[in-house]
């Protein structure tokens, strides 16, 4: 993609200037030469072709989206022009042309006339007149013509020169049809794809090739590209700048995962539990192996009559909560077995069953600060 017509600016000066948009020259990490958004850096083409992408593999939600807007703003059609205008300063002139061309043609199917005139000039700068029919170039349409290649036709003893024969014509307007038929089975195929695999709870689904020429699996949730994804994961720069990203947002990324998980607890237990139905042997075999590492570090602390002695002595009160149990409780390492601590009574304390089934393998600190514990 070539950009032309632009001033390089860098994207400081950009925000000095209150400018949205900037321009370096440099291609992006896909290849685009062409302008970035100041706020995130991000290529304007990769942007265009990303949410083209989402739009395309959700367009019936995106339809009514846009019908809903257009619904609740009578005037979102007027304000989209005023933008389009503000940005492009020979849009509005553009515009009344088209409109005129609009006009003109209109009044002439009116008329019953097959041809009319605007003024100005097509794709291919010929100022001709149009057909009322389609509104294409007359001028490019006998250009088109005389590129065709010439059959000679006999009918009635009489010798033609046409471009094409009657036969050819009506198979290549039965190619159009079936190709567009087929376009259409096959967005429909690609869209009960996604439903199907929604409703199966399915991550990734087969569907349509990207516009980077990558295989079409998708992730079923957002529609986008897996491979597309994973080269950006992988990239420095996105490393980089998440790298960035977390440590200016520390408390923000705390805060937002700690609200999901407690959102989402009950559902990430139901999935736990139907995997462990689904995948009892592997389940198993890493209960095996957790076990048999937990009784390797246990072998390298206290002895068990050591732990016994201590147990019966120490005062049956949670260490967390500070709730008398007497009969139910467990004997819980302070600084869990997976994070380095041992097993030792210098590292034991008795808990509560539910404060030892929260605390599970989290950091003594901060899981004494979320019970409202303070040292």
């Keep these: 993609m070539a950009a032309t017509n ?6 400081k000066a950009a925000r000095e200037a209150g400018a949205k948009r900037y321009f370096t020259g440099d291609p992006c990490k896909h290849g685009h030469i062409a302008e970035r958004l100041e706020v995130n850096g991000s290529c304007c083409e990769c942007t265009r072709l990303k949410r083209l992408t989402a739009y395309h593999a959700n367009i019936e939600e995106e339809r009514r989206k846009q019908k809903i807007r257009r619904d609740s703003d009578p005037n979102n059609a007027a304000k989209k022009w005023a933008r389009r205008a503000k940005r492009d300063p020979g849009y509005a002139e553009r515009s009344k042309s088209w409109r005129l061309a609009h ?45 065709r290649p010439r059959v000679v036709a006999t009918t009635s003893g009489k010798t ?10 009506r198979e290549a307007a039965a190619m159009r049809k079936l190709a567009r038929l087929e376009a259409v089975q096959w967005w429909h195929a690609l869209k009960a794809s996604r439903q199907a695999a929604l409703a199966n709870g399915e991550k990734t689904y087969v569907g349509r090739p990207c516009p980077y020429g990558h295989e079409g699996l998708r992730y079923t949730k957002s529609g986008c590209c897996v491979k597309c994804l994973a080269i950006t994961s992988a990239s420095p720069e996105k490393k980089a700048y998440d790298a960035i990203y977390g440590l200016k947002n520390r408390d923000r990324i705390r805060s937002r995962t700690i609200k999901y998980y407690e959102r989402t607890r009950d559902a990430r237990s139901r999935a736990a539990a139907l995997w462990a139905q689904r995948n009892r042997e592997k389940r198993r075999t890493i209960s095996a192996a957790y076990n048999a590492r937990r009784r390797a570090k246990e072998a390298e602390g206290d002895s068990t009559a050591v732990i016994h002695a201590w147990k019966m002595s120490a005062p049956k009160r949670c260490y967390w909560c500070g709730v008398r149990c007497p009969r139910d409780y467990h004997v819980d390492h302070y600084i869990p077995l997976s994070k380095g601590g041992r097993h030792e009574v210098s590292n034991l304390v008795i808990a509560c069953r539910r404060c030892n089934l ?3 393998a989290k950091d003594p600190y901060k899981f004494a600060a979320s019970v409202g514990r303070l040292f």
């Design 6 to 11: 632009y001033t390089i600016i860098s994207r």
């Design 103 to 147: 006009e003109a043609r209109r009044r002439a199917i009116e008329n019953g006339e097959s041809q009319f005139f605007t003024g100005m000039p097509c794709h291919r700068g010929h100022v001709a007149n149009r057909f009322s029919n389609d509104g294409k170039c007359v001028e490019c349409n006998r250009l088109n013509c005389l590129a």
């Design 160 to 169: 033609f020169v046409v471009r094409r024969t009657l036969a050819e014509i």
């Design 358 to 360: 929260r605390k599970s």
